[in-house]
């Protein structure tokens, strides 16, 4: 995968995931195997990775579970105040990000322009 972009999601698990007993929810909970293996080294994991979080997003607890802080990943996390979890796909902010970070791949998943071969901006971006 060249790029992945994650729309409010529980990469460090979600504590309302706790309450639901339904196999997908288990795997969503902070203390799940899959959350534990999102956190083992990837020091040859190449991906680029866009996640987008909210503040009001009532799906993530806590917030900065939807955050993806790993040394060994290419990471750009971006705040995007005053979204729903079920806003953030169609909030025009979260487009204009997504877009800008996709813009410049070929079909093949190939950065047109070298320069936008790895995200390089700050771990954190706040979007007005």
Known sequence: VHTLVTLGSP???TLPATWVP???A???RPDSDIVAEFEQPAPDCRTRILSV???LDLMIVPKR???IDHPDLQ??????????HMSLP???RVLHEVCTTLAQLDMHGHSLTPARGRIQTPRAVAVP
């Open 22 to 24: 339904h196999p997908i």
């Open 75 to 84: 990471v750009r996390n971006v705040f995007v105040p005053g979204v729903g």
């Open 11 to 13: 990469h460090a698990g």
């Open 26 to 28: 288990r795997q969503m």
């Open 65 to 67: 579970s939807a955050r």
């Open 90 to 92: 169609v909030d025009g």
């Open 53 to 55: 979080w909210s503040d």
